[in-house]
């Protein structure tokens, strides 16, 4: 059985973030960020979550990596939320304890 | 050539009982301005019983389906980031469309809201009722918010929209939102009653729809210093608009948005359908 986690976490810009995440066999399996930040292209921000696919939950660095790697592409425009703000979130969601 | 003649148009388009078709005009008229075959447009518009959710938001979090279910509430994802909001037929929504570069100073969608909030501040104004920008993007009176503002930047497009608590029914508004705990916290209240007014609270009247929007309208004329001429939907936008309306806000799929992967995507596909069926199925939706 997958173990699931939340968070909301709140920027000091002002927005929020939601982060659902699942984790199999000590793997992200599934994790989704929303929230009521504003963002280009809109269709772009799902895969923030896609990239973390598969990354061992021990690895922080990694997924902290490959979250920058996501804000360094062009045509990413975020507002009300920094890239730092999706880094915090997620590190929040793992210390979570486990959602029903 | 529209910014240079200070000529900009006003819009009135709206099917209030349709919040699909609302919003699908909203984007239709940012395109059509961003793609330089339409001038800097204002529109006011209202839908009636409905829950405005941010492009980035997730549907089950963020809202209560099963109350929206319960009082006929529909639901529709629009295009812009920011968080859910609730629409009744007391509620002015306003949206201003610039081409890009735009007015607005450094051409930003933060010291747009600013900009933005401002007019709607000065026409506040003009109806006794004292106002003022609380960053990101809300109008605050006091401590309370009267108006909630949105918006996107795209390469061509700098475009923002807001809604206006005329007199809406804040019974429901308060019922049909799950606002996070630590949103409320931050805002320094314990509940979304307390956080919001309507312009019937602070002036004590029903202030009637056209009162409101012929207040806004100077605001908007005083701080951009133009002029607005009522206008209707080109056929460009027209065409873009039935599109957008039948291929995206008409979509379960647009509709509960960003949440593909979740596993409790059936359970909420499956309130979904039960959110306004009626008129859905009246009106199309792909259900």
């Known amino acids: 059985m997958p173990i699931r986690k939340q968070a909301v976490y709140r ?27 504003f963002g280009e292209p809109a269709e772009e921000f799902q895969k923030i979550g896609e990239s ?6 021990s690895d922080e660095n990694e997924i902290m990596r490959k979250i920058d790697e996501f804000f360094k592409k062009k045509d990413i425009w975020v507002a009300g939320v920094a890239p730092e703000d999706f880094k915090q979130a997620l590190k929040k969601a793992l210390k979570n304890h486990n959602h029903a | ?126 109806l006794g009722v004292e106002a003022e920008f609380t960053p990101v993007n809300d109008i605050q009176v006091g401590s309370r918010k009267v108006s909630g503002m949105a918006g996107t930047l795209t390469r061509n497009i700098l475009f923002i929209h807001g809604c206006l608590l005329v007199g809406s029914n ?33 002036l004590g009247r029903e202030v009637p729809m056209d009162e409101v929007k012929k207040a806004l309208l100077k605001g908007f004329e005083e701080v951009f210093d133009a002029e607005f001429i009522s206008g209707d939907l080109t056929s460009w936008e027209k065409d873009k608009a039935e599109e957008l309306y039948k291929n995206k ?9 960003p949440c593909k992967g979740c596993p409790h995507k059936d359970r909420d596909t499956a309130l979904f359908r039960r959110v306004g069926l009626a008129d859905q199925k009246a009106s199309g939706l792909q259900i």
């Open chain 2, 170 to 202: 804040i019974e429901v508004l308060s019922r049909v939102l799950n606002v996070p705990r630590e949103k409320l916290e931050a805002k320094g209240v314990g509940s979304v009653r307390a956080r919001v007014a309507t312009l019937r609270d602070e």
């Open chain 2, 249 to 257: 806000y008409l979509t379960v799929d647009w509709n509960l948005g």
């Open chain 1, 11 to 37: 920027s000091e810009r002002g927005k929020t973030i939601r982060v659902c995440l699942m984790i199999t066999n000590g793997k992200l399996s599934n994790v989704i960020f929303t929230g009521d930040f």
């Open chain 2, 1 to 126: 050539m529209w910014l240079t003649e200070g000529r900009w148009r006003l819009l009135e388009v709206e099917r209030p009982e349709d919040p699909y078709y609302n919003l699908a005009v909203e984007e239709a008229v940012a395109r059509a301005v961003g793609e330089g075959v339409a001038p800097v447009t204002l529109r006011f518009w209202r839908n009636d019983n409905a829950v405005v959710i941010g492009a980035f938001q997730c549907v089950s979090l963020e809202i209560k389906l099963e109350e929206c279910i319960k009082y006929g509430v529909k639901v529709v994802r629009r295009f812009t980031g920011g968080g859910a909001v609730y629409h009744d037929i007391r509620n002015l929504n306003y949206a201003i469309s610039f081409k890009r570069p735009s007015p607005i100073p450094g051409d930003n969608i933060l010291t747009g809201y600013r900009v933005v909030g401002d007019a709607v501040i000065a026409g506040l104004g003009r």
């Open chain 1, 52 to 57: 973390l696919t598969g990354l061992n939950v």
